[in-house]
């Protein structure tokens, strides 16, 4: 009939349910990333590709630098507090908040705070997990910080980001303040 929507789908028996444990399950990967570390609770390969789900630990200070990317990205403050700058304004996330920044749009955030926070942070499609994965560095669990970087592991961090940010829809801006400079 005309005008009418399809039915839903039949279940896919090929999917299984997700089960998420980030403070006991090993299997989770930990990944440490700009001195946070980004717990992959659902990945890409969990939703089909529809969405993936990441833990995030900030410490005092933590936060990536400013950077956009096609897909939408949600953030819900479990613990802790955030400053998020959206298009060159600057707001403070709570705990309890949910923001979402839409695709494209200029941002980043950073804990001011002397407490670590805690964020949920969704992104879909998936495949920010898997760049995630390629830049950062393996640490045992969800709370545990990546070992400092020199300064030729931090040149060689910063090179493969740039090198693989197009891959997965992202690119890195420069710093407020820098100027037009490529980054």
């Not at 009939?1 to 039949?10: A, E, H, R, S």
């Not at 040149?155 to 037009?180: D, H, R, V």
């Amino acid at each position: 009939m005309p005008g009418q929507p399809p039915p839903v789908p039949p279940d896919d028996l090929s999917r299984e349910l997700a089960v998420a444990r980030p403070d006991s399950d090993q299997s989770l990967p930990h990944i440490g990333l700009v001195g946070d570390t980004y717990t992959i609770l659902i990945s890409g390969a969990d939703t089909g590709g529809k969405y993936t789900l990441i833990d995030m630990h900030v410490p005092p200070g933590g936060g990536p630098p400013p950077h956009r990317h096609d897909f939408e990205e949600m953030f819900t403050v479990l613990d802790g507090e955030v400053l998020v700058t959206f298009r060159g304004e600057t707001l403070v996330a709570r705990a309890g908040e949910t923001i979402n920044v839409p695709s494209n749009a200029p941002h980043a955030f950073t804990n001011a705070t002397d407490t670590p926070s805690r964020l949920l942070c969704m992104c879909a499609p998936s495949g920010q997990e898997e760049f995630f994965t390629l830049v950062g560095q393996p640490v045992a669990t969800r709370t545990q910080a990546p070992p400092p970087l020199g300064a030729d592991a931090q040149a060689a961090f910063l090179a493969k980001a740039i090198m693989l940010s197009p891959q997965y829809m992202t690119e890195l801006l420069p710093p407020p303040g820098a100027g037009n400079k490529d980054t």
